[in-house]
């Protein structure tokens, strides 16, 4: 069985971060994503072998398997699960929650993100950088708005799964999970760094590296 | 009884154009949406007055109301229902469709929209500057992509009413119904553009505008 | 003898559509039009074999032949014309009219158009989403502005030709020809979507169609 | 009778420095140029005071007076003479040149150029940051281009009148004419920077300072 | 004496969040700081009260005091010290550090970030969304770039104080420093929230609050 | 020994014209500065060869030779130098100036330029497109803003040597230094440009074209 936070940490590497795109200089240019070279984005796909399908996706019908530790799980419909979004800067996610489930704190480097609430009802909230929390309580139908670059972070404190549709303008938003990115990166970050930014013990990142690392 | 198309053209009128908005150039800059002077997008709201629901919206929990004459209803959350997205570069829609409902072609001046299927099916497709058609048919939990600026449309042929949660890359996408925008501006477009765009008598023209006419 | 219809497809066909293009991160990448891959805009074309025809066009001295339905002709001078405008974020166009010659009702996805009366008179107008038409009858030496991706036309209703030079702020601005895409896209579309749009029957649907059709 | 070289500093005066325009957040903002506050262009007008002769201009229409230093005069067409321009990121403008006329050596700090010939015939050319200079004899209906930011200058070497229309892709491209800015900048640029900038004796500095000077 | 994390608030406080800032409109437009109405940025100054002064800033030049629980201090000299950086995109920060100091895991929201080593010897290192750490010793004179939106800090691990001069790509880069971010926001990040993402139990979270908590 | 003006124009040639940079469509897009094809900016280099050391530059260090005809040299950090900053949108300079050196009237032809005095005092100014000089001296430890495209100069008129950091909001600034642009560009530029732009004689020009020809 799939270790959730290996597929949390696929999940992050799907991702890059992101700003207001850059426009593009043609109608379409959907994303040849497996061909080299590399550019900012994706190179165009041949126009002869574009169809509709490109610009299709049907991977956010279903919901995703939320039983990792988080109790959450983001399903995510960008450039590199929808060739067509390429150079047309939007795309969108599916967010599932547990009862208890929790979207832990994370930033979208540079896409603003809001969000439709599917079904149940969610604790969500962004802190600004002169640290102010705005946080609201919002159920199925309603709409929340995280500003580009903010921590933020959803939680269903419900006794029944919730769910959101997110959308965001970028084709690929970004995401750094912070304390996955903070006590699991590789090579990882210097103990005295995270001990003395969260005056904490080494003892403590230890216990904290070990609950967060992928499960064998 | 509220008249159907009138609603569309507040609808229209509510809208602007618009493309990739230039960044924020500080966290959050609340739309003080009533106030003087107008600027590019709108000027800042105090800092003291801006709360959690600035950045809320519950208008697009319910189904809107689709006994009109194209059979559907688009209900907005943009920047002037949600103040909060000035600057953020980002907004969504609601679409009903009754049984045999359209959103007649028309197009966001300067937005890709996203297209997440709430219940239902529908036929969509938009048309590229080359005049390609790429239609698809696309059922619950489906996404379909609409390019910027580029005429697309949606149909529900089906038996049951259909609605999509819409996402944009702007705070104000901006729509242009093609049809109404032509056989309704005021004032009108002179006639004989119309019955030499289209390649048909002043007659036909007339009906058209007497049926596309916002009902009394 | 070219069928005039025909050569405004071709002409559709040669835009892409467009906004404020993304800068150019050198001083010029000169189009290599031909080659492979395409990316958003053209690679640059190798800087030993650029030179000053690069940036150079002399294919708007001669007014177009306006011997087809609309009696009009757009002469585009873009990116596939000018391989130097690549990255530039500008380009132009040539515009003549027959007397009694239309530039149907079109828009550009999102590029700004700014016209120069060369010759002649023409009655010009923009319609905003909120559907209010803005016209103007202009003349030898006038200017008037349609803004990105709004529905505008210009008639020339006297008895002599009119001709204008357009500039673009996209080296690729597109065009969106409102009755062709709609009744002459391929495929087509559906019947039922353009009877519900003009609330007109499958007859007149037909008729415009093959009015529209590009001549054999 | 008006000072040539005033009404080239005039001139000078009225352009600002500009590149890819910011997007707009509506379809239409026209410049209340006279008000107060200054933001980053201009504040929008009360829409209920916006008509179309706010995107019209006639002021390019007859050739402007040649009698000065250089033999030629620009006559702009941008934001502060169309109002309808704020936001929409484009202007023009209307260069005359006498027989022997030039347009010297100046920069478009932001704005790539390119210029139509309305009659006559011009030697044109741009110099790269690679000090690469690419010049052009171009006719009556030919176009070139001047990417941004270059040090470029058009001089008419024939026998007659010559004249251009040129678009920008900026609402206010900005000018910067390089031996007016360096020789008469007030307070002026210190003798020992343009002794040692062009290796000249301060007699010859003071000499093109004399020359250059706005006439009395 | 002034309590440091005080201090760091106030800074975190003087930042907002930016990407690509959009482009100006004219040369300058220098912020009028004071003024009401707060738009995108700032509105600008009376042109007849800008002068040299509004471009200088001389409050980099000695080391900021670094007695405080991180042992280093972030001097900015962004848009809110320099008023002339209103609409230019760019501005520069110093930060010092005492031995064994740490500018702690932070993210500048929507600027890239690239330091110069005024002296010392510092340990640097950025997180990209793949979970990847880049990092590397850096000695005076030496230069790092920290890509935009991703965390990063900086150690001094040797015996002598260090220092750098910061250059960002914005008026107002934004600065969310993440420890503090989380355990010190008001109204507080719920318990539940942090006790979950860090996998840390209610004791340990509460301690942490108390060590970053800003001194009486 | 390196001829000081080859220098100086190798510099110039390693510039490129820049503005606001697209913002990039993923974390990092390490330039792959040699290969095939040339995009706008650069191709990213394969993701599993980039390291740190993309990130780093270490040429800044030591103050550049100022034995040359401006008695200053400029020694760039941009993309080319460090391939990690290609799409990330800054880059930095070091500029040193002998007693008596000047960095010669020029252009940045899309950034705003930001100094940080390293050692020494320097005359520092620019000029707008309204002829309005700005300058102040700005000592060890001082900013001084120079508005991108803006025509600005440095000159050390202490004993001692001086140095700045000059950060730019572009990955590749672009510097046109004006004198050298206008006398030195191959193929020349014509002299009755020269002579009337300058309203001097023939002989005048050649000996400007010598003295700032680049030494054999």
Chains 1, 2, 3, 4, 5, 6 share one sequence.
């Not at 700003?19 to 070279?37: E, F, G, H, R």
Request: some cysteine; overall charge neutral; aromatic content about 8%.
């Amino acid at each position: 069985m799939a270790a959730p936070l290996t597929l949390l940490f696929l999940l992050v590497l799907a991702y890059g971060t992101n700003a207001a795109d850059p426009d593009m200089l043609q109608d379409i240019c959907v994303a040849d994503t497996k061909s080299a070279p590399k550019v900012n984005g994706f190179i165009c796909k041949e126009a002869s072998k574009v169809n509709a399908t490109d610009f299709f996706f049907d991977g956010l019908a279903k919901p995703g398997a939320t039983n990792n530790t988080m109790g959450s799980l983001v399903t995510t419909a960008n450039v590199e699960k929808i060739p067509g979004l390429n150079t047309l800067g939007v795309s969108m996610a599916r967010i599932d929650y547990a009862p208890g489930g929790l979207n832990p704190p994370h930033t979208h480097p540079r896409a603003t993100e809001i969000v439709f609430v599917l079904e149940g009802e969610l604790e969500v909230g962004f802190i600004t950088t002169a640290n102010a929390l705005f946080s609201k309580t919002i159920k199925k139908g309603e709409i929340f708005v995280f500003p580009r670059g903010l921590v933020h972070f959803q939680q269903n404190n419900g006794k029944v799964p919730a769910a959101v549709i997110a959308a965001f303008n970028s084709q690929l938003p970004g995401t750094q999970s912070i304390a996955v990115t903070l006590f699991t990166a590789s090579p990882p970050v210097p103990d005295n760094v995270l001990t003395k930014a969260f005056q904490i013990g080494t003892k403590e990142v230890d216990k904290i590296k070990e609950k967060l690392a992928p499960k064998k």
